[in-house]
């Protein structure tokens, strides 16, 4: 019993002597204990990828619009010129108080007289058309407004002088081709002030804006040297119809071509002027502003 008794007791020894080293005695081992968390954060000099700066948009460059043709020297037709009242038939000058004509302010017919503003003090010598005046040449078309002065300033409102094109002679516009805004320097032709609606089952189509179109050299205006403020558009506008019936306008203001079919369904309008009617190889005598 005593032998048996030593020999359990070296072999409790030698277990105890081997789990101290190792290291596995539970009554020495230490228990680590969990870390609280810590919130990751930047160096000072660092910026969250939540606002860093996005990289600069491209801005795409304008496209030079290439132009292949350009209008020359305008051709008139003696036959094709027209003489407008004026404000200023009188002496030279308009009569006072500021009235108007009414033999050539008749609303009812779309033949209007009003280069004054609405309160019938200030006239507005620029949009009194004195004249206007058609021609041609193999390629194009040319047109000219002549109004009885030049603009001295432009003012805050934008500045019209347009043509009216009835292709089926029925009084109501086909086309409006519009020089708009163009400035006293613009004495060279250019798109970049011509605009043309087509009228089309009582809808109107922007069909040529500032030298967009589908032909990139449709339509040009300019300033004359002298007072005229010119038009040049080809056959191809008008799908190459060359007989209808033609008057010109000058207008001061927000334009909507809508508007002008016709005029008279809208209430009174100043700061406005046209001519009447002319037949460009077609007689336009049936309408009921032809120049008589």
Known sequence: MKVHLTTLAGIALLLCLTLQACGASPATQAVSSPQPMVPATLPADATSTSTLPLPPTSVPTPTLIQHLTQ???????????????????????????????PVCDLWAINFIERPVTSDLN????????????????????????????????????????????????????????????LDMSDVFWTTAKARAWRFVDGGVNLVFDQGVGVDL???????????????????????GDTSFAWWAWAYQGAFDPAQFIPLNTLPDVYQIDNTCALGFNSNASDLSNHCR
């Not at 051709?75 to 004509?101: E, R, V």
């Open 122 to 181: 200030t006239y507005i010598p620029y949009l009194d058309i004195q004249e206007a005046q058609f021609g041609a040449n193999i390629n194009w078309i040319f047109a000219r407004i002549h109004p009885v002065d030049v603009v001295p300033s432009q003012g805050n409102s934008d500045l019209n002088y347009f043509l009216e094109l009835d292709l089926n002679l029925d009084g109501l516009s086909d086309f409006i081709i519009a020089a708009q805004n």
């Open 71 to 101: 209008p020359g020297t305008p051709s008139y037709i003696g036959t094709q010129m027209l003489h407008d009242c004026t404000m200023t038939d009188t002496m030279g000058a308009p009569i006072q108080p500021l009235k108007l004509n």
């Open 217 to 239: 050299d449709l339509v040009w205006v300019r300033r004359a040297l002298t007072k005229d403020i010119e038009f040049a558009f080809k056959p191809a506008l008008l799908d």
